[in-house]
């Protein structure tokens, strides 16, 4: 028998759920035709105009798909073009997926955000924060944190767990064998945001309590039900034809396209890896829009997606994320400075203002504030808007993370979205 609290959870979210949908049929969004053939025509133009080699829209509200298309190469090599239902590597855009699943088993009770990480993986016990680093040799000093590492800091990117992409410290320790116990945590855990494979402990915490492998559970418990046919780790083999190759920028230079190898799967970890479409990644964004339901089916609670959806992090606010490797990625992301994260989503805040010219011009005709996104290292992205009840995913399959070109697409589409938006009734 569910206990009082999930009960209570659950008729607030109920509660929650019905306010929300009441609201959305009375102002379900809509792209009339002109605003779809703008969008068409500018999805085309970037490959005309040699920005990224291929680019994949898709633009949903709660009930339908009010946009999709796809232009450019999918294998350059093979001169094959890019249908809509191609494949991409979408990367750390797995990350939200992931804290969905947290979330699932969190209201099963299973789960606690406070909870110490070594409730469930022992192995991060020995965990220290590096407090001096000797580049000559590798070296570091370390003590222990100052309080423990818990599943909230992990759901915000607040453990001190960093990348070594972004961090050339790590970028010098990390032997490529290293577990994520294994490496030093940049700060103590809660004192500010750092991008890292949090996630990736969260994968390790799902499977630890679920009994199930990481890849199992996902498959079972979200892509199933929301229809999400085309995601996966490993690609079938009849459907490897649709996978994007990806391409690199080094420099200035026109980008290089790496082949796909004839077996095309990643590691199954928590902080990415997955393969995914547009449409499929619309219909997860559709399950935020919905409340937590897939159809007549309930994933989550409302409750629960408010939690993940709004701030988390207190006064904190995300830094920019440095890049220690320029082939990976450049600084990241937009809105740094500003912007909150919840579990699993960066949050739009206001713009911010000059006291002579007000809003900046590159904040204006943009997504809302309360607006929820995150982003997948070969540049692909997504936010989804409660205020205006629409979502939106731009799927590039480039390198660095942050090209800018690529920015220069997301940035296109989503004031062309915003344009052409109109509430319907």
């Not at 997948?376 to 009840?389: R, V």
């Amino acid at each position: 028998m569910p206990s009082l609290k999930n009960r209570v959870i659950a008729i607030a979210g109920a509660v929650a759920c019905l306010s929300m949908l009441s609201h959305a049929a009375a102002t379900l969004p809509t792209i009339p035709a002109a605003g779809r053939a703008a969008l068409g025509a500018f999805v085309h133009q970037t490959i005309n105009d040699k920005l990224v080699p291929a680019v994949a829209v898709v633009v949903v509200n709660r009930e339908q798909q009010l946009f999709l298309d796809a232009a450019g190469k999918r294998d350059v090599a093979k001169n094959a073009a890019l249908a809509p239902d191609a494949i991409f590597r979408i990367a750390s855009m797995t990350k939200p997926v992931t804290s969905l699943a947290v979330m699932m088993l969190h209201e099963e009770g299973t789960i606690g955000f406070d909870d110490p990480v070594t409730k469930y993986l022992p192995e991060f016990a020995g965990v220290r924060v590096m407090t001096t680093f000797n580049p000559d040799d590798r070296s570091y000093e370390s003590r222990p944190p100052a309080r423990p590492i818990t599943v909230r800091h992990l759901l915000t990117h607040t453990s001190g767990l960093g990348y070594s992409f972004a961090d050339a410290r790590l970028a010098k320790i990390d032997d490529g064998k290293k577990t994520e116990a294994d490496m030093p945590l940049l700060h103590d855990p809660g004192d500010r945001f750092t991008y890292g494979p949090n996630t990736a402990v969260l994968g390790s915490i799902v499977e630890k309590v679920s009994g199930q492998k990481l890849d199992a559970f996902l498959k079972g418990r979200i892509f199933d039900p929301v229809g999400m046919r085309d995601t996966f780790y490993v690609v079938p083999a009849d459907k490897g034809d649709r996978v994007v190759t990806q391409h690199m920028r080094i420099g200035s230079a026109a980008f290089t396209e790496r082949p796909n190898p004839a077996t095309l799967q990643s590691p199954v970890r928590g902080d990415g890896g997955l393969f995914s479409t547009a449409s499929d990644y619309g219909r997860f964004m559709q399950l935020f829009l919905n409340g937590g339901r897939a159809g007549s089916t309930r994933l989550v609670n409302e409750a629960s997606l408010q939690l993940m959806t709004s701030n988390q992090i207190g006064r904190l606010v995300i830094q920019e994320q440095p890049s220690a490797n320029a082939l990976i990625a450049k600084p990241f992301p937009l809105g740094s400075g500003k912007d909150t994260f919840g579990f699993g989503f960066q949050i739009e805040m206001p713009a911010v203002r000059n006291a002579d010219r007000g809003l900046r011009t590159e904040d204006r005709g943009l997504r809302s504030v309360g607006s929820y996104s995150w982003g997948g290292i070969y540049n692909t992205h997504f936010w989804i808007d409660p205020q205006q009840q629409i979502a939106v995913a731009v799927l590039m399959q480039v390198l660095p993370y942050y090209d800018e070109a690529a920015i220069t697409v997301l940035r296109a589409v989503e004031r062309l979205v915003y344009q052409h938006l109109r509430v319907a009734s």
